[in-house]
């Protein structure tokens, strides 16, 4: 297959949701982890406005036990919003949680396996085309979003895309670690891709962050794959061995990335988005600069 036959427009998008958020416990033992807001949004919203900017129409949420919350958000609210009217107040804010009729469909993980099972039960919906993966926990910051901004990388060179960033080499263990090859501008080839290694084996301090492109036939590698890293079910390493068939490149987004799946990253998120509010940036720098004097 030549690379042209690997740039069909991306409009699907899966969001794993199926996971078990023990982080966060007790917040997260009946509310979805993905539903807890930064200032007045859940995660769940940022990751789906994203994947809006980008063009994405098709919304798929792998769910688990007790998420059901999430695609609830999603739905049209017909008590509350009549209440709302009757009392003249605005509907603005509901806004980004319409769906297009149909355009949202749950699949189900019955036991959250690891990220690359979650992505796997999605492959009936997804069928042939090729779709974009968020992990909402991840919160990509920035203008254009960082699903947009690896869209237009796709569109010149198709294939499959990951977002990447900079840790401290020490941090690498945590994380899916690309092998890079060349780069050019935000754009680096990827020639390698292993899940948590040890720090003197890392081959970058380059980290996999929580949007991927990727072409339908990582749903073949990943039904035979076994458990990798953790004993659970990798998509870091399917996506290794799309490497030896298919274009595969990293893009640097340009933005902030908070890692809202631990507690200090979801605080950092939240002072650094509610200082940026126009709403209240100035009332919570206030806050913020009483809060360190005192
Ligand atoms: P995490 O590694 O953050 O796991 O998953 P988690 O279970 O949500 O949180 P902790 O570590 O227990 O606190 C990254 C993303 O992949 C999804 C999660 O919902 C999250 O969006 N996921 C993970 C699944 O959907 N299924 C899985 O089996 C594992």
New binding site residues.
């Given amino acids: 297959m030549s690379q042209n036959d690997y740039r069909k427009p991306v409009r699907k998008a899966v ?10 416990l007790p917040a ?1 033992k009946a509310i979805p ?2 539903l807890l807001p930064i200032v007045d949004r859940p995660l769940i919203q940022y990751a789906v406005d994203e994947a809006r900017e980008a063009g994405i129409e098709e919304f798929v949420f ?1 769910t ?1 036990r007790g998420k059901t919350a999430i695609v609830e958000h999603f739905d049209v609210a017909y008590e509350l919003e009549a209440t709302m009217r009757e009392r003249g107040k605005s509907l603005d804010p509901l806004e980004p949680t319409r769906m297009q009729p149909g355009n949202l469909t749950t699949v189900r ?1 019955q ?5 690359g ?2 992505v796997w039960c999605a492959r009936a919906v997804v069928g042939n085309d090729p779709f974009a993966i968020f ?3 991840e919160l990509m910051y920035g203008s254009p979003g960082c699903m947009a901004q690896m869209v237009e990388a796709y569109n010149e060179v198709g294939g499959n895309l990951i977002s990447v960033l900079e840790v401290p080499k020490e941090e690498v263990s945590s994380y899916g670690v690309i092998a890079p090859g060349a780069s050019k501008g935000a754009l680096t080839e990827v020639r390698g891709l292993v899940e948590k290694p040890k720090v003197e084996e890392a081959p970058s301090n380059l980290i996999v962050s ?1 949007r991927y492109i990727l072409q339908p036939e990582v749903m073949d590698l990943l039904a035979t794959q076994g458990k990798g890293a953790g004993g ?2 990798q998509l870091t390493d399917s996506m290794a061995k799309l490497i030896d068939t298919q274009p595969f490149h990293a893009v640097t987004f340009k933005g902030r990335r908070f890692d809202c ?1 631990s507690k200090l990253g979801f605080v950092e998120a939240t002072l650094a988005i509610a200082l940026d509010r126009k709403d209240m940036g100035s009332d919570v720098r206030n806050i913020a600069e009483k809060l360190l004097k005192s």
């Fill in positions: 969001f794993p949701v199926a996971g078990l958020g023990t982080r966060f997260t982890k993905e792998v688990g993980q036991v959250p396996m690891g990220l099972h979650a992990l909402p926990d929580g659970e079910i799946g």
